[in-house]
């Protein structure tokens, strides 16, 4: 039962979309009426510009920590672990707003920075490293995803297998999310850092 509540209290967190409710408050505009449709990060700041886009990284950053914080007062480490699968599931998937949520890479590294920082700054680093050397937020973002569950076995010692697989499972997620990300860039028609969109 302990296991249940965690995942319900960590998916209805994660389903506080920031990027919605900040553009609605202070843009009076739906985000997913505009740009990519993702109601995320990246988009925000393409959409409402680096204040708002700033704030919403922040925002799903820290409901990230605060999920699996809450996760470890009900149940532990195994409670941490829950609630850092379902928040990036509420992030992606919100109830509150039909199902239709970001890419979950700002709640995934708060997951991260709150369960072991030193992979969430190492990939952090590399992500600002893509992202300045190609202009494409989203190939950094795929790119970490992928890095994160290798850094999981290379860097943490000892090897802890729970977070290696959650590790894995956060970036299946993000990689399926990036899906149309990935399409555009085969293409060449990505949105680069910096291009505002309508």
């Known amino acids: 039962m302990n296991g249940i509540l965690t995942a319900i209290i960590s998916y209805l967190v994660g389903s506080f979309s920031s990027a919605y409710v900040l ?8 985000i997913r009426a505009y740009g990519s449709g993702n109601a995320g990060t990246t988009n925000a700041f393409r959409v409402f510009g680096k204040k708002i886009g700033a704030m919403t990284f922040i925002f ?9 914080y809450i996760g470890g007062r009900i149940m532990g480490y195994n409670g941490e ?9 509420g992030h992606n998937w919100p109830v509150f707003f039909k199902f239709k949520g970001g890419r979950g890479i700002a709640t995934s590294f708060g997951v991260l ?3 072991y920082w030193p992979i969430a700054i190492i990939s ?4 600002v490293a893509v992202v300045l050397i190609t202009r494409y937020v989203s190939l950094g973002s795929i790119l970490c995803a992928i890095l994160v569950p290798i850094l999981s076995i290379t860097v943490r010692k000892p090897f802890d297998r729970s977070y290696f697989i959650l590790t894995v499972v956060l970036a299946i997620m993000a990689i399926f999310r990036h899906r149309d990300n990935i399409k555009r860039l085969i293409q060449g028609k990505e949105y680069k850092i910096g291009q505002k969109v309508k």
């Open 23 to 30: 553009g609605k408050v202070l843009m009076k505009k739906d």
């Open 60 to 68: 799903d950053m820290l409901k990230g920590m605060l999920a699996v």
């Open 81 to 89: 672990i829950i609630s850092g699968l379902f928040v990036v599931v």
């Open 113 to 115: 920075l709150f369960l």
């Open 124 to 127: 952090f680093v590399f992500f």
